[in-house]
Nanobody
Framework: QVQLVESGGGLVQAGGSLRLSCAASGHTFSTYSMGWFRQAPGKEREFVAAITRSGGMTKYADSVKDRFTMSRDNTKNTVYLQMNSLKPEDTAVYYC????????????????????WGQGSQVTVSS
């Protein structure tokens, strides 16, 4: 069982930056692939970014590529999402997720490939 707690959301003006953190419980954090997803009002949850167990590879949605950076610190059981050049369309609740078998399926952008989810953190970007 893994518990995930996001933090770092808030209100920011367009063009600004935020860094989200996701702290995981347990002693097996490094065995999980991690992902960030987001859901805007009235829209489906969508993939944002993912990172492999070692942190050696990352994957991004086209809409955030070159603006967002995902990283992890396995010594702190934490993943991060650095968000720069934020746009109003980035406004959403952001969720982190952990997947035990995601590495084997390679389905990093597929929400069903993740086993555990955080409660979400609101990010609001004003124009």
């Amino acid at each position: 069982q893994v518990q995930l707690v996001e933090s770092g959301g808030g209100l920011v003006q367009a063009g600004g930056s935020l860094r989200l953190s996701c702290a995981a419980s347990g002693h097996t954090f490094s065995t999980y692939s991690m992902g960030w997803f987001r859901q805007a009002p009235g829209k489906e949850r969508e993939f944002v970014a993912a990172i492999t167990r070692s942190g050696g590879m990352t994957k991004y949605a086209d809409s955030v590529k070159d603006r967002f950076t995902m990283s992890r610190d396995n010594t702190k059981n934490t993943v991060y999402l650095q968000m720069n050049s934020l746009k109003p369309e980035d406004t959403a609740v952001y969720y982190c997720a952990a997947g035990a078998a995601t590495h084997y399926s390679g389905r990093y952008s597929d929400a069903v490939a993740y086993d555990y989810w955080g409660q979400g953190s609101q990010v609001t970007v004003s124009s």
